[in-house]
């Protein structure tokens, strides 16, 4: 039946608006060798072990396991429910820079709720009090550490934790290894028990470590054009990660962390070697699910065999700007060519990393739908649906409302219609890395933006936009260009902006930001995006090129009487590193592609 309602999705997608390119398949890619540290800082002499603080459940487990990695000295904590034995296993792995303490009160509504379930918690190396230096969510380290956890945990209380019945779920951080936890699922204990993942839940991921970091403004293929580093992001991450702790007292990054970021400050992106190709080789080859071909291998032998899939359930934030949109869509895009029924939902919103709101009413309206996606993947209870829900993202001062949810059969399906809009003029875009025009929009790492939480400040308003070719479409001309009846309606998916570019420089980075503009002039951010040209060569000059720019999408309900305002610069700093390469480049024939929908409530 799940099969046939994925079929039935598929079908309707080809019929709908194309959000991204054809061909959603990640091109093949010879990576070099992996950059690690390991073994050192271990935690040597460190007690190992787990001590329960009670003998009936409710328990609670905690104290030190050593990796089979390298022996390091991990801190974990194991929380037992009262009931009937064994009780499924959920590992919750925290954010950048967190602990096992991160987001905690999701643990006790998982101990808690009936079915109910094991809760592992661990820091991961470098972080909170485990030993060790950060590998940065390595496939040979912290992935390998994942495994060895659990499977000690399964030994150690064979008693009370299914090993038949495990789901890796993480928000940040920790979303991108639950993604990387699927290249894996199945895999035996030091004592013999087999242990199965069942399911993994990514939150606010990265899929492509690279393309996330790095956007070029392909997203298939973020290697092949170096892109513009997300320069606050990047630097607000570094620096929140590092350690400072008395009973730690050593470094908790290696040392080829900093030489990679002391490169990404000082040179114009690049794969050059040796430091050049050895992040991409790191960064893409060895911490992004996207650029795993063996994993795609094996869904597709699971196609043709007819073999059971990893079921998945992805949250995604409309308005995260460090790891948006596309970084759920590349995964579920090929997921579903390769198997049309491949068993994946997802969920997108106002949550995230900033801009994102992070409402707590959205939370916990998300999270209810994870622990129903649990109960049915390692319980059997309830059902499940592999659709895609989208929350419409309104103004910080407006509460979230769980009517605001669309629920749809594919990602495609978001938008029933589009507009396409020329807009009239030419500008030419003078290279000025001082240009502050993205400063007001720019969505600084704060203390706990890496989780999912409320702390995070919202931007300030835009005050100086800059120096940026600058143009506006009213709604109702949109409206009508779509087919959609006059008055308010949603813009649904991705817009796309397309345009005749003309530059001597061989490398330009190019900006697009897109405002709704109100009747009374109040303008808030809707979506944003990026793209990089380069010819390859100091020597070659680009010249003419036909530019599209996807950006990164929202759900947002647009009035009548609104304006839309699109912004195209070469300079979105410092939200993107400005490029190091002086450009003028002359922009016309704009064109503005708008993926709208009625309203439906």
């Not at 990047?234 to 730690?248: A, K, P, Q, S, V």
């Not at 109960?375 to 509460?399: C, N």
Request: glycine residues 8%; aromatic residues 10%.
């Amino acid at each position: 039946m799940r099969r046939w309602f994925a079929l039935s999705s598929l079908l309707a997608a080809l019929k709908s608006f194309p959000l991204l390119a054809d061909d959603p398949l990640p091109p093949h890619h010879a990576f070099g060798r992996d950059t690690t540290r390991t073994g050192v800082f271990t935690g040597t002499g460190t007690t190992l072990g787990l001590t329960c603080n009670a003998t009936v459940a409710p328990m609670e487990c905690s104290g030190f396991l050593a990796s089979d990695v390298d022996g390091t000295a991990l801190d974990v904590t194991l929380k037992i429910p009262g009931g009937v034995a064994p009780f499924p296993l959920v590992v919750n792995l925290h954010g950048y820079g967190g602990s096992k303490q991160s987001d905690s009160s999701w643990d006790d509504k998982l101990l808690q709720r009936e079915p109910r379930y094991a809760v592992l918690r661990y820091s991961a190396r470098g972080f909170g009090k485990s030993w060790g230096q950060v590998n940065l969510a390595d496939l040979d380290v912290e992935v390998r550490d994942l495994r060895s956890l659990i499977a000690q945990v399964v030994d150690a209380f064979a008693s009370q934790v299914d090993p038949a019945a495990v789901a890796v779920l993480g928000a940040s951080y920790g979303g991108g290894q639950s993604w990387l936890a699927a290249l894996q699922p199945q895999f035996g204990t030091p004592a013999g028990a087999q242990v199965h993942i069942r399911t993994i839940v990514p939150i606010v991921p990265w899929t492509d470590l690279l393309g996330a970091l790095r956007p070029n403004g392909d997203a298939t293929n973020s290697i092949d054009v170096p892109g513009s580093y997300k320069l606050s992001y990047l630097e607000g991450l570094f620096l929140g990660g590092l350690r400072r702790d008395r009973d730690r007292p050593y470094s908790n990054y290696p040392d080829y962390l900093f030489i990679w970021n002391a490169y990404i400050l000082g040179t114009e992106p690049n794969n050059l070697p040796p430091i050049g190709a050895q992040i991409v080789d790191g960064i893409a080859g060895h911490r992004s699910i996207w650029w795993q071909d063996r994993f795609f291998q094996s869904v597709d032998d699971n196609a043709k065999s007819s073999a059971p899939q990893l079921p998945v359930f992805e949250l995604q934030g409309f308005t995260d700007d460090l790891f948006p949109l596309p970084e759920a869509l590349r995964m579920y895009r090929a997921l579903r060519k390769i198997d049309p029924a491949y068993p994946i939902a997802e969920y997108f919103g106002d949550v995230g990393h900033p801009r994102a709101a992070n409402k707590s009413e959205e939370v916990d309206y998300a999270l209810d739908r994870i622990f129903q996606w649990l109960d049915f993947h390692l319980k059997g209870s309830g059902i499940a649906s592999y659709d895609v829900s989208a929350a419409v993202t309104r103004a910080r001062s407006v509460p979230f409302d769980s009517a605001d949810v669309l629920r749809v059969l594919t990602v495609d399906d978001l938008a029933t219609a589009s507009a396409s809009e020329d807009l009239p003029g030419e500008a030419v875009l003078t290279f000025n890395p001082a240009n502050t025009g993205g400063l007001f929009f720019d969505p600084f790492v704060f203390s706990g933006c890496e989780q999912i939480t409320t702390v995070c400040a919202a931007p300030p308003p835009d005050v100086v936009p800059g120096d940026v070719a600058t143009y506006s479409v009213p709604a109702s001309q949109i409206a009508a260009d779509a087919g959609l009846p006059a008055g308010s309606f949603l813009m649904a998916g991705q817009p796309v902006v397309s345009f005749h570019a003309d530059t001597t420089a061989y490398r330009v980075q190019l900006d697009v930001r897109l405002y709704q503009v109100t009747a009374s002039g109040e303008s808030t951010l809707a979506t944003r995006g990026t793209l990089t040209l380069d010819s390859g060569s100091p020597v070659m000059a680009l010249g003419p090129r036909e530019v599209r720019i996807a950006a990164y999408g929202n759900l947002v309900e647009i009035a009548g009487s609104d304006t839309l305002r699109l912004e195209i610069t070469n300079v979105d700093s410092p939200y993107i590193a400005p490029s190091r390469v002086p450009s003028v480049t002359r922009v016309s024939k704009v064109s503005l592609t708008v993926p709208v929908r009625p309203l439906f409530r």
